[in-house]
Every structure is written in C-alpha cells, then in structure tokens.
C-alpha cells in the first residue's frame, strides 16, 4: 500500500517572539500561511517494521535527524504499530531556508502514516503529537493560514490572504535558527503588530497585509548574512509590494499582486541568487 501526501512550504507574514520562557523557549506570535512550493511525500508500508527515510536530495539526513524520520518513529512508539514504512522525500523546498520544509514533511508523515497504519487519529491530536517533533510542525499538520503562539504549537486559523504572488529568493548559505535566537536581544528587537496582520487578512486588503509584515529576527539575521540584505534591497528596487525574510532565514519573500511584476522581480533575482521561485499563495488548508 502506498500513500502520497503534499507538504508545502510556508513564509511568516508576521513574526513577533515576545520573551524569552523559563523552560528555554521563546514566546512567539506567527502569522503563517502556505505558498505552492511542495516537498512530495512518499510512504510505502514496510512489513518488517522498519522505518528508513530516502531522497535524492543529499542534505536530507536519513535517520533521526530528520523530522520525518521522528514523526514516524513517535507514532509507530506511541501506538505501537508493528508495521514499518519506506519514506521518499522529493525535496523541492529548500533546505535550512526559513520556510518549514523539515516541518511540513515531518507533519505530511503523520497524516499519511494516519491514513496508512490506519490509527483514526483526528487532525487535532496529529497537531498536538507535532508540537512533540517541531514548533512548526503543529501549523504544518493543518496548513492553511493561521496565528500560531506559544512556542507555535497554539493554532488559530485565519483566511487565507488574497490572491497574490510570491517570489522567493534563498542565498547559498544556511541560518541556524538556534544561534539566531541566540544572539536575539529582545528588548531592542522590532516588533511587528501582530493584531494589524491579523485584522488585515479579516479585511482581505493587500495593502495593509503589505504594510503590516514584520520579523523580529530579521535584524539578528541581517547582521549575520549581508546577501540577506542585498536581496532584500534589490526586490525593494525592483517593485515589490513587500519583502521580509520568513522565519530565522535566509530566505527573502516579496508580494506581489501583479504577474508582470512578479515575474521581472524573479527574472532579475535568476542572475543574483541560485534559488529563485515564483508561487502562488496557497494560503487555504488542503487537509480536513
């Protein structure tokens, strides 16, 4: 038997980390949402019981490191499942990119291996058994568009933003999302208006959606990587409606409503970075 699942990558519209918690996590509120750029997840059941996770994608670990591998390991644990299951990952997310591709595989593992080992797992206990594995997990298990707080394991959906495009931009470099919480002061960080975001996707106003993006990692990441900068500048030159780094980075976004637009900003980031997308939001969940 075998069952395919879709795992989508996602940009932060809004990021705010709020303090640092006393068991060493940050408190965080997220606005997230999907874009159409997609890992696709393999699952081919194993009667012998083994887990083994493959891709042709060689920075993709292929034993616990990978939080595919810890999604499979956690249920077949927890519900005592004797049988095994053969992951493939075609990896079209980038990897250590800010956009949750580790994340969103780990939690198309949970729903496919719900489907799969046949344990009538609802979608909300699949979310909590995420926050186990990864902060973005949760969110990933549902898609969509959503406020995540906590430390992103607390859901609440929201619409899905208007129509628009996103060119994304990724520099050859990855971000240790770790060392960049490290080096967080928070108390001098910017902080964007969660509620203004929030409030903007109610609306369904572009523009305020655009004037309401914001990362309180992004200056942490700034002073690290200059090329995050640069592209940041060149998509600003270039047009776009509006350009954050997601998550802890390095991957730049823009918005923008216009296809001509969007296109001149991807053609013109081909020649600056190696890894260059042009992508609808998605922003609606796929899952029920």
Not at 148 to 168: D, F, M, N, Q, T
Not at 212 to 228: P, R, Y
Not at 235 to 263: C, E, I, R, W, Y
Request: proline fraction near 3%; aromatic fraction near 6%; glycine fraction near 8%.
């Amino acid at each position: 038997m075998q069952i395919l699942e879709k795992a989508p990558a996602k940009i932060n519209l809004s990021l705010n980390v709020l303090y640092k918690r006393e068991d060493g996590f940050h408190e965080v509120e997220m606005v997230m949402t999907t874009v159409d750029l997609a890992d696709r997840i393999e699952l081919n059941l194993d009667v012998s019981g083994q887990l083994s996770v493959e891709s042709e994608n060689r920075f993709v670990p292929n034993d616990e490191r990978n939080l595919a591998y810890r999604a499979a390991k956690l249920l077949k644990d927890r519900y005592d499942v004797k049988e095994g299951v053969r992951i493939h990952i075609e990896k079209n997310i980038p990897v250590a990119a800010g956009l949750a591709g580790g994340s969103s595989d780990a939690a198309a593992v949970l729903r496919g291996l719900n489907q799969l080992w046949n344990l009538g797992i609802s979608v909300d206990e699949l979310a909590e058994l995420g926050a186990e594995i990864g902060s973005d997990v949760s969110f990933c298990v549902y898609g969509g568009t959503a406020l995540a707080k906590g430390r992103g394991e607390k859901i609440e959906a929201l619409p899905a933003p208007p129509p628009c495009w996103v060119v994304l931009a990724k520099p050859t470099l990855g971000v240790s999302t770790q060392t960049v919480y490290q080096r967080l002061n928070v108390e001098k960080a910017h902080h964007p208006n969660t509620a203004g975001m929030v409030q903007a996707l109610k609306q369904q106003d572009f523009h305020e959606i655009c004037r309401h993006v914001g990362n309180t990692l992004e200056g942490v990441t700034l002073g690290l990587h200059e090329e995050v900068g640069q592209i940041k500048e060149h998509m600003h030159q270039a047009g776009a409606d509006a350009v954050l780094m997601s998550g802890s980075g390095p991957t730049v976004f823009s918005l923008v409503d216009n296809s001509a637009k969007a296109q001149r900003i991807f053609n013109s980031l081909k020649g600056f970075c190696d890894e260059v997308y042009m992508v609808r939001m998605l922003g609606y969940q796929e899952t029920t």
